[in-house]
C-alpha cells in the first residue's frame, strides 16, 4: 500500500509512470493510455516494469527463428502461382481441396511415394495410362474429360484441355465480362474438381 501512496503521489505532481529507471536495460519509452487505478493495477504494472527491465534489446530486425531452417529464421513460402479465389458461392470445402491440389498436397500415388510411402504403383487406377497425380486424376482421365466436355457443353463454351489444375482455375477467374456469370462458372469448376 506504501508503494500505492507513493505512486499516486507521483502522478499527482504530473510526473509520468513508471520513470524510466537509471539502470534499465531496455530503453523502452512507455507510452501509457491511463493511470494505474487501484492496488492489483500497480501490482501488475511493477511487475511488467521488472519484467521489462531485464530485457535487452538487439539491433537485428525481427524474425521467427526455426532450428530447422539452413540460415535459421523461419520463411513462410507463398505460392505466387496459386490461383484459389474465396467468395461465399463456393463451397469452403471446394475452395480448400483446390487450394491443396494447387500445392500439391493431395495424397496421389506420386506424392505418397515422393513421401517414401511404399507404392506398388503410381500409375493412374482409373485408366493406367497416366501417372496418378492430381493433374491427370482430375482432368486428363477418361471421366474427367467426358465429365469436363459436357460441363463445356451446359455452360457454352467451347471445350478446351488443360494439363494443369492452376490453368484450368485461372481460365475461369479471366471467363468472361460479366463478373456474376464468372462467379458461377468458377463454382462450378471449384465443384467439379471436388467431385471428382
Ligand atoms: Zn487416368
Given at each position: 500500500m506504501d508503494e500505492y501512496i507513493q505512486v499516486l503521489e507521483h502522478l499527482k505532481a504530473g510526473r509520468p509512470w513508471p520513470p524510466l529507471a537509471p539502470k534499465t536495460v531496455c530503453h523502452c519509452l512507455w507510452a501509457w493510455k491511463r493511470h494505474p487505478k487501484n492496488p492489483q493495477e500497480l501490482l501488475d504494472l511493477d511487475s511488467i516494469v521488472s519484467l521489462t527491465s531485464q530485457v535487452v534489446c538487439s539491433n537485428r530486425s525481427d524474425a521467427w527463428r526455426s532450428r530447422l531452417a539452413v540460415d535459421d529464421i523461419f520463411h513462410l513460402t507463398v505460392?505466387?502461382?496459386?490461383?484459389t479465389v474465396w467468395f461465399h458461392l463456393v463451397p469452403i470445402k471446394c475452395i480448400s481441396f483446390v487450394w491443396r491440389t494447387c500445392m500439391g498436397r493431395i495424397p496421389t500415388a506420386m506424392t505418397l511415394s515422393k513421401r517414401g510411402i511404399k507404392i506398388s504403383?503410381?500409375?493412374?487406377?482409373?485408366?493406367?495410362?497416366?501417372?496418378?497425380?492430381a493433374d491427370h486424376i482430375l482432368l486428363e482421365c477418361p471421366d474427367a474429360v467426358d465429365s469436363l466436355v459436357w460441363i463445356f457443353i451446359w455452360c457454352g463454351i467451347p471445350f478446351q484441355r488443360f494439363r494443369l489444375i492452376s490453368d484450368f482455375v485461372n481460365f475461369a477467374v479471366i471467363w468472361g465480362k460479366c463478373s456474376k456469370n464468372r462467379k458461377i462458372f468458377i463454382a462450378i469448376r471449384y465443384g467439379f474438381l471436388w467431385c471428382m
Open positions: 505460392s505466387v502461382n496459386n490461383p504403383s503410381i500409375s493412374c487406377q482409373i485408366c493406367s495410362n497416366g501417372v496418378d497425380i
